[in-house]
């Protein structure tokens, strides 16, 4: 089973709203990653967790702030968001060694009013 | 810095027809190199990876071509159908240790037209 699993699917806040984005997979993967991508572009990694700490931060704005409860969980915090920050935001995991094949989730589609 | 390049950025092909993608790299330390596929509204999903010890790995209908010397790869799409119409990303990245970081190519939109 190579599924990784995203909710909500689709999302809509205004700019003073405080979401949570949630990504699970059940791989045994140890490293997982939350992705931005905006349209015609390629995913733009924003934070990567390894053995449930953060090991990169892509120097991305506090206005996202990313958490690890366990080996299997990865959520996205919003707050304050900006329009510009309306994009599909994808979370993956991999092996944490080797060569980590990055197993991709469908995806959060958020737009930010 | 680190790049990857791919090219043509659009494609069409007729059905029946051989896709082909390129891409080429800077960094010589790179050692495994993915193809992603990604459908609308989708996330990308793994479509074949390699090695830089290959010269070639086959998939069912899917190729990539590698070439150490002239730091260039490449995807061949044979008997290509629009099923296949998506985009198609190169990465490559650092295999081994900790080093988390794919490297992305700014894509492909193959269209296949029936």
């Known amino acids: 089973d190579t599924e990784v699993t995203q909710t909500p699917k689709h999302l809509v806040m205004g700019m003073t709203n405080k979401k949570s984005l949630k990504c699970e997979q059940h791989?045994?993967?140890?490293?997982m990653y939350w992705y931005k991508q905006k349209a015609k572009k390629p995913p733009e990694l924003m934070f990567v967790?390894?053995?449930?700490?953060?090991?990169i931060n892509e120097s991305v704005p506090s206005r996202f702030s990313p958490e690890c409860p366990n080996s299997s969980l990865l959520n996205l915090h919003l707050h304050a968001l900006q329009p510009e920050d309306s994009a599909l935001y994808l979370c993956?995991?991999?092996?944490?060694?080797?060569?980590?094949?990055?197993?991709f989730g469908p995806g959060t589609r958020l737009t930010v009013l | 810095q680190q790049q990857v390049k791919q090219s043509p950025q659009s494609l069409i092909v007729q059905k029946g027809g051989i896709s082909i993608i390129n891409c080429a790299y800077e960094?010589?330390?790179?050692?495994?190199f993915p193809w992603y596929q990604q459908f609308p509204g989708k996330g990308p999903a793994l479509l074949i990876a390699?090695?830089?010890?290959?010269s070639e790995k086959k998939e069912g209908r899917f190729t990539i071509s590698f070439n150490k010397s002239a730091k260039q790869f490449s995807l061949h799409i044979m008997d290509s159908q629009p099923g296949d119409s998506a985009t198609y990303f190169c990465?490559?990245?650092?295999?081994?240790?900790?080093?988390?970081?794919?490297?992305f190519g700014k894509g492909t939109l193959l269209t296949v037209n029936p």
């Open positions: 993956a995991s991999s092996t944490p060694q080797g060569f980590q094949t990055q197993y």
């Open positions: 791989m045994g993967h140890r490293a």
């Open positions: 967790y390894s053995y449930e700490k953060l090991s």
């Open positions: 960094n010589t330390a790179f050692d495994y």
């Open positions: 390699i090695r830089p010890d290959v």
């Open positions: 990465a490559a990245s650092l295999g081994g240790g900790s080093n988390y970081k794919l490297t």
